[in-house]
């Protein structure tokens, strides 16, 4: 079962990915590309990179490594509990480093920023490589705005002011661009709140936008919700 579930997620965020390759090339601005030697600087770069800027295909190279880091980060780590994994849990040591290698493969790429930052300063609880990641893109985009309010963000996670943090993520989550792990960590903040509504709200949100790696998971945690909420609701 857990194999199963974990090669549907692979393979449905590879489809994403591919989807990806020219819904995300098509506006993404580039900055200037950082040197070769920072480029394939990243512990987890194999020679194909070198081989796909060698032959010009720089944004294509950096699309399929993005591909590889959802696969990496979908699939369950060895002896992890499959309870935790469900839930974004895990330990995934190099995640990092395959953000980076897709940053410095393509600068322009904004969205890793935003979706590393999420996963590593919330599902992984490693704000500080989360802080790393969003300076980097900071370097790359200084007029980017949205880095600086995860920036904001993860200060409040630090400080455990979860109602900052609510009020920022509220704000995130109705962009169209917002990736659905932020969604889903709003999500989950409410249902730890008994804010089961408004969790389901977040929950529709994520169904809404067809994402294939979420879903499953959706469809199942409004069901969960709405069972909780009935069951409050006759508790009262």
Not at 57 to 79: H, K, M, P
Request: hydrophobic share 40%; with cysteine; glycine share 6%.
């Amino acid at each position: 079962m857990r194999a199963s579930r974990s090669l549907a997620w692979v393979i449905g965020t590879s489809l994403m990915g591919l989807a990806w390759i020219g819904h995300w090339s098509t506006f993404r601005a580039v900055p200037p590309f950082p040197p070769l030697a920072v480029t394939l600087s990243s512990p987890v770069t194999p020679l194909s990179d070198f081989i796909g800027i060698a032959l010009g295909f720089r944004s294509l190279t950096a699309d399929l490594a993005w591909i590889q880091t959802l696969v990496y980060y979908g699939t369950v780590e060895e002896g992890a509990d499959p309870e935790e994994a469900e839930r974004g849990g895990g330990h995934y040591p190099l995640f990092l480093a395959y953000c980076q290698r897709v940053a410095q493969i393509d600068p322009g790429f904004k969205y890793v920023f935003f979706y590393g930052a999420g996963v590593l300063g919330w599902n992984l609880n490693r704000p500080d490589e989360a802080e790393q990641l969003l300076r980097q893109g900071i370097a790359a985009h200084p007029k980017e705005w949205r880095f600086q309010q995860y920036l904001a963000a993860m200060a409040f996670q630090k400080s455990h002011n979860i109602n900052k943090l609510i009020e920022f993520l509220e704000v995130f989550v109705q962009e169209r661009d917002c990736p659905n792990i932020l969604r889903s960590i709003l999500a989950n903040i409410y249902k730890k709140q008994h804010r089961y509504k408004d969790a389901i709200r977040v929950w529709f949100m994520v169904n809404q936008t067809q994402d294939p790696s979420y879903m499953e998971r959706s469809v199942t945690q409004i069901q969960e919700l709405y069972t909780l909420l009935q069951a409050e609701k006759a508790g009262k």
